[in-house]
């Protein structure tokens, strides 16, 4: 899609015109800008049953355009959540038209760049396909939509600035998405780091991000022995993304903040083999790191003035007769000895060696995402992702960042007895808790014990938010979603 400001030719160039009405007490307001459009609808038939109930469309025909007018409530309900999944909504089925968008007409609230962005957000994370393996579809590639914006209100450079904003982080969530729908077939650990470093090399080029990746060797010199006992059934090697961004006019007093994603490929469950019911979609298990990828992506394609290293554990948890057996007791990076109960728990193993590594690296915080229980789904639902850490004030603000985002976040404890949970009668640690109970806390308490030098960490359980979420108009109705890396990404830029 081709995004034009204020053009002279947007009437020559669209089909339809989009513009907005509220219904303040019952009266239908035409907020539009455009004197002709306010008359023509006002002297409709039609729009006497007209409400402009939030998201109620009305479509008219002028000489030239298709004119459609959408509801929005009464203006002091509307939220920008509300804008933006009601802008989906209605923009969706017209993604692949020209459309000339009345920008002046939407909101009192949400007015000027807030209200652009938040259309331009619902447009580009609306426009969003997984289709490389339909053949059909393929041959189908029609030639680019056009969308000009309209406004008397916005100039041509806080138009450019919001545009390349949206852009930076709506691209960044296709990233995430291409990542995580793919089949795991084709995105094994090692394909996985290729497609990450193609990637900064084609889209971060001269963005000051440099790009290490460890191979097994490497990974065994580093003594990352949890990890590589999750890569032990693999047919593939495990790699170790590192990637480092620095800004432009860093100095000592730049913050520094890494983030560290679970990348397993796929997660049969190891011995402790899934059931064949939940092994379906465990391709997504890498939800974790495709999210930290695509929010440190677009925060340095948005220039943040942070410090960020990007740290991303990549393999599958697969099965042979080489894979680790439960009862398995092995020492982590940090040295801390840890009994293997259940090989299913592997995404804690793997993440213990990472934030063991990147602690070395000295970073002021770290944030770390993974789809790490089936827990955290009973706990909260496929809605919302669960926050836990060691330093309240830096989840504030990620929480804070969520709020910006219009995405859900929400604490849960981190308490001693989940704590004592994880401790090993024969090790220092197991990887299980008990029971079935307080999954998602449990899994937290077990990975606190490899951040170090009291750095501030916080950790995001997306095992619910990663994949469909069928109640956001602007995400895929199936398959990844991308949510949180707008979260994260926003975090990363204050
Ligand atoms: N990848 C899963 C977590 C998961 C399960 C995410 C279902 C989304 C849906 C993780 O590796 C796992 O299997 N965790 C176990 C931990 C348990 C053995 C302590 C789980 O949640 O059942
Ligand atoms: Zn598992
Ligand atoms: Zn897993």
Request: aromatic share 6%.
């Amino acid at each position: 899609m081709k995004f034009y400001f204020n053009s002279k030719n947007a009437s020559k160039e669209t089909t339809h015109l989009i513009t907005a009405a509220s219904s303040e007490k019952e009266k239908v307001n035409f907020l539009s800008v455009c004197k002709d459009t306010k008359k023509m609808l006002q002297s409709h038939p039609l729009s006497k049953d007209y409400k402009a109930g939030l998201g109620e469309v009305l479509s008219l025909t002028n000489e030239t355009h298709k004119v459609v007018v959408f509801g929005l409530g009464d203006q002091k309900d509307l939220t920008s959540e509300k804008l933006r999944r009601n802008f989906a909504k209605v923009l969706k089925p017209l993604l692949k038209k020209n459309l000339m968008i009345d920008v002046d007409s939407f909101s009192k609230k949400h007015k000027g760049q807030k209200g652009l962005e938040i259309l331009l957000e619902a447009l580009m994370l609306s426009d969003y396909s997984f289709s490389k393996y339909k053949s059909k579809d393929k041959k189908d590639k029609k030639k680019e939509s056009s969308m000009h914006i309209l406004s008397d209100k916005l100039t041509p450079a806080k138009f450019k600035s919001s545009l390349e904003r949206i852009e930076a982080i709506s691209s960044s969530v296709h990233v995430c998405r291409d990542f995580v729908n793919e089949a795991p077939n084709v995105l094994h650990s090692e394909e996985y780091a290729k497609l990450i470093e193609k990637d900064v090399k084609e889209n971060l080029k001269g963005c000051g991000v440099k790009v290490k990746i460890l191979k097994k060797s490497e990974i065994k010199k580093e003594k990352m022995n949890l990890f590589l006992s999750v890569n032990a059934g693999s047919a593939y090697e495990p790699r170790l993304v590192h990637l480092t961004y620095t800004p432009k006019k860093a100095n000592k007093k730049t913050k520094h903040v890494a983030v560290v994603g679970k990348g397993i490929t796929f997660d049969t469950g190891g011995y402790s083999l899934k059931p064949s019911g939940s092994m379906i979609g465990m391709k997504f298990d890498m939800g974790g790191s495709a999210t930290l990828y695509g929010a440190f992506r677009s925060a340095v394609l948005q220039k943040s003035k942070n410090k960020i290293t990007c740290v991303l554990a990549m393999t599958d948890n697969a099965v042979n007769s080489l894979a680790t057996m439960p009862d398995s007791i092995v020492k982590g990076r940090n040295g801390k000895t840890v009994e293997i109960l259940n090989t299913d728990a592997e995404g804690r193993l793997i993440l213990a060696d990472a934030l063991d590594y990147t602690c070395d690296l000295k970073p002021d915080e770290i944030i770390d995402a993974a789809t790490l229980t089936g827990a955290c789904l009973v706990a909260f639902g496929i809605e919302v992702c669960a926050l836990l850490g060691n330093d309240q004030k830096m989840m504030n603000n990620l929480l804070k960042s969520a709020k910006e985002a219009d995405e859900y976040l929400w604490q849960l404890p981190l308490i001693d007895e989940y704590r004592d949970q994880m401790k090993s009668k024969i090790a220092d640690l197991k990887n299980i808790g008990k029971a079935r109970m307080a999954g998602t806390a449990t899994a937290a308490a077990f990975l606190e014990n490899f951040i170090k030098n009291d750095i501030s960490w916080s950790h995001l359980d997306i095992a619910g938010v990663c994949d469909s979420q069928v109640h956001l108009p602007y995400c895929p109705t199936n398959g990844a979603s991308g949510v949180m890396v707008r979260t994260v990404s926003h975090y990363l830029m204050s």
